[in-house]
């Protein structure tokens, strides 16, 4: 069986491979690092497709250093012991360049196995990793290694390596492509910044291409938008991309932007995250709507609990609706930040017994020196109002909540000060 075309077209060099150029530019820092001929443990951080891989072989073909390949999902502690057994023999003379993928699926006891190995210089890792390195890797081993990102490819990066792959196929079949115009362009576009899904479909759409009457393969946009389907976006309901996505819905509802904001909504509901969708539209809605306008809380629910009981693809309408009912909002933090202030007083211990008068008991015991519950009912007063104490002796000045400055609490504010000043 034939490697996949990601595989076949490869880089054997920086200048052949496509984006990171904030790494690996003329002058930038991992490009001068691998010039300089003094290569560290690296580990290199970013989604799947994006070069990784490629560097870290550009590199070891770059070093007399006998190279190894590992990867998380399948190797054990036994296989690195394995490759530390050809330290200073005849296979390693010059050391080992160990290349691990997936490091974060090795455990704490594996890792501190191969730190053992990387601290005298005799092998050189370079791991690399979809998850942030800083949760996944441990902290000894982590601290001995320089951590590189890298970052999705744009459509404008992907573009020549489509072009190239199409070049590229024609010469290994001696066939001739009649492309449609605009297909590497929409290939570019529909890969989710992974170069590995670009060539791959390539591959695809000139493998499905019908030939016409002089033999000629036509690869058309038809066929790449159906192998292409759903392959822009790129989402994994446990690892940083959602996480990313649910912080950028929140954050586009809480900056007014309903646009960016159905956008990412967009993108939780092609990924079948409903529940995820649904969460942070009804924290968004309590937390940054709040109290400028109450009434939107159960309004959002009601939205929620109709998204919940259609399923998807209907429930896009009703999720739609709030979200830019919240988005559009006037916005107000104010009993947020109130609740926050609070709890960090409860939790410094900042409390005290509840006054006598707002007790749930109506009789005093013999020790006590004033009998009564003194409780004054307010809506016995003008106003249904009466000034008491109502936070124990300790806090008895705290202030948690100020107004918020719209128009909702603003109207609360005013009648209070009214009210309490008379």
Request: charge should be negative; glycine fraction near 6%; charged fraction near 25%.
């Amino acid at each position: 069986m034939s490697k996949p075309l990601a595989e076949r077209m490869r880089p054997a060099s920086i200048e052949d491979m496509v984006g990171q150029s904030h790494l690996i530019a003329e002058g930038k820092p991992l490009r001068n690092i691998i010039l300089s001929g003094e290569l560290p443990n690296l580990v290199f951080y970013g989604p799947p497709g994006i070069g990784k891989t490629t560097l870290a072989s550009i590199i070891a073909a770059k070093t007399d250093r006998h190279l190894v390949k590992l990867n998380g999902t399948t190797a054990s502690t036994a296989d690195i012991k394995a490759v530390a057994a050809k330290i200073d023999t005849f296979l390693a003379p010059n050391g080992i360049l160990l290349y691990l993928d997936e490091i974060q699926y090795f455990n704490k006891k594996q890792q501190q196995t191969l730190l053992e190995f990387i601290e005298n210089g005799s092998v050189t890792l370079i791991a690399s990793t979809t998850e942030n390195p800083y949760f996944y890797i441990y902290s000894a081993l982590l601290s001995r290694c320089t951590v590189f990102e890298f970052k999705s490819l744009s459509p404008a990066d992907l573009l020549p390596a489509v072009e190239r792959a199409f070049l590229f196929l024609k010469e290994e079949t001696g066939e001739e492509f009649v492309i449609e115009e605009g297909l590497p362009q929409y290939i570019a576009q529909a890969s989710g910044g992974d170069v590995r899904k670009a060539l791959n479909a390539v591959e695809l759409c000139v493998l499905s291409a019908p030939f016409d009457d002089e033999g000629r393969r036509l690869v058309n946009l038809e066929n790449a938008k159906m192998l292409t389907q759903r392959s822009a976006m790129r989402y994994d309901k446990g690892g940083d991309e959602h996480y990313d996505i649910i912080s950028a819905f929140q954050k586009s509802m809480r900056g007014s932007d309903p646009d960016a904001a159905l956008h990412y909504l967009a993108r939780l509901l092609e990924a079948d995250d409903l529940p995820s969708a649904c969460r942070r539209l009804m924290v968004t809605a309590c937390e940054d709507v709040g109290l400028a306008y109450p009434q939107i809380i159960p309004i959002v629910k009601a939205a929620v609990d109709a998204a919940l009981m259609l399923g998807l693809p209907e429930a896009r309408i009703p999720l739609a609706d709030a979200v830019v009912l919240v988005a559009t909002a006037p916005k107000s933090n104010s009993a947020y930040l109130a609740i926050d202030a609070a709890l960090a007083n409860v939790k410094k211990g900042k409390s005290g017994p509840v006054p006598r008068q707002l007790q749930n008991k109506h009789f005093d015991g013999e020790d006590a020196a004033v009998k009564g519950q003194f409780y004054d009912y307010p809506h016995s007063h003008e106003n249904h109002w009466v000034k008491q104490q109502y936070l124990p002796d300790a806090i008895k000045d705290a202030r948690y909540y100020e107004y918020g400055d719209n128009k909702m609490e603003q109207a609360a504010k005013e009648y209070w000060d009214r009210i309490k000043k008379k």
